[in-house]
């Protein structure tokens, strides 16, 4: 039997720091699934996996929605025949994992070896969310399905912000294990214990809301070209504030750089040349629609000499 532990979150609230985290506790046979909106795999080249782990990377839609949810049947159905003691599924940032437990449902005819579901751990952005919230109906349905909850980046948040954090968790997830934390850190033993205290929480499966008419406007950027940090920097202010999430690398003319952007919040920093592979690959997930194209577009003039590509 493989434990199977599901991650949600918005994006950039720390899931793939979270299952850092936990892979490095892993003294057992363990796979992962990762699952992102964009076609360009960004967290796959994050996740800092052992050696011996399988990895399974699914691209360009979530993996509750029809898009690619065949996929996601397949990669559940060929990891059960793995040998695995533990399976961490991390959802992209805007799933709706309503209709998981029906997607588990369905595969037990065809798997080889069982799985046992712990539950979800949602992991919240204490300085965003209370913002996201309303406006983006798959944040609750992760607080919904969630067993527990995890208020991430407290550092960057106000006391304001983090009550409304709680009130809102409250409301929707009652009985969810509530933990706040910066950079994830929690063991995974707390999460199971926790996760085992509230088994069977659930609210029955629904539907997924995920659907290709709700999908984020999601573009990469690429070219070979090197700016300096700076006009990296500059870029990244002038469309940031029409996004939800930029992520990936960028070349520089002092060596690659890895970017992680989430809402205001701006991270760029030197990465390891391993990590960029000879080009720019940045990931966009606009919020404002296909606008996104003209505005990065228009940033892009000031800072790249020749025309980028968008894809």
């Known amino acids: 039997m493989t434990e199977l532990l599901l991650l949600t979150g918005f994006l950039g609230a720390g899931k793939t720091t979270l299952l850092n985290r936990l892979l490095e506790e892993q003294n057992v046979k363990t796979g992962v699934i990762v699952n992102e909106f964009s076609q360009t795999g960004v967290d796959g080249q994050l996740v800092k996996a052992p050696a011996g782990i399988d990895l399974v990377e699914l691209n360009n839609g979530s993996i509750f929605c029809a898009c690619i949810k065949d996929s996601f049947v397949s990669a559940l159905v060929q990891l059960s ?114 996760l085992a205290d509230r088994s069977g929480q659930s609210p029955v499966a629904q539907a997924s809301s995920n659907t290709e008419s709700t999908r984020p406007k999601t573009v990469t950027l690429s070219t070979g070209e090197a700016i300096t940090p700076q006009q990296l920097a500059q870029f990244l202010r002038d469309i940031a504030p029409h996004t939800y999430r930029i992520k990936g690398f960028a070349l520089t003319t002092e060596g690659p750089y890895l970017v992680n952007c989430t809402g205001q919040v701006l991270i760029s920093k030197p990465a390891s040349a391993e990590d960029c592979k000879e080009a720019t690959s940045l990931v966009i997930i606009s919020s404002i629609g296909l606008v996104i194209v003209s505005r990065v577009l228009e940033a892009a003039k000031k800072v790249y000499s020749s025309p980028v590509n968008l894809l």
């Open 81 to 194: 025949g793995a040998g695995l003691d533990r399976l961490f599924v991390e959802a992209s940032g805007l799933a709706d994992p309503a209709n998981f437990s029906a997607i588990l449902d369905g595969i037990r005819p065809y798997i080889k070896a069982p799985y046992h579901y712990l539950g979800s751990v949602c992991l919240v952005d204490a300085l965003y969310f209370p913002k996201y919230f309303k406006l983006l109906p798959a944040l609750r349905r992760q607080l919904e399905y969630s067993q527990a909850v995890l208020i991430n980046k407290t550092d960057l948040a106000d006391a304001d912000q983090l009550a409304q954090c709680r009130q809102l968790i409250r409301q929707t997830a009652p009985e969810a294990y509530l933990c706040e934390t910066t950079y994830a850190e929690v063991p995974y033993d707390r999460l199971v214990r926790e």
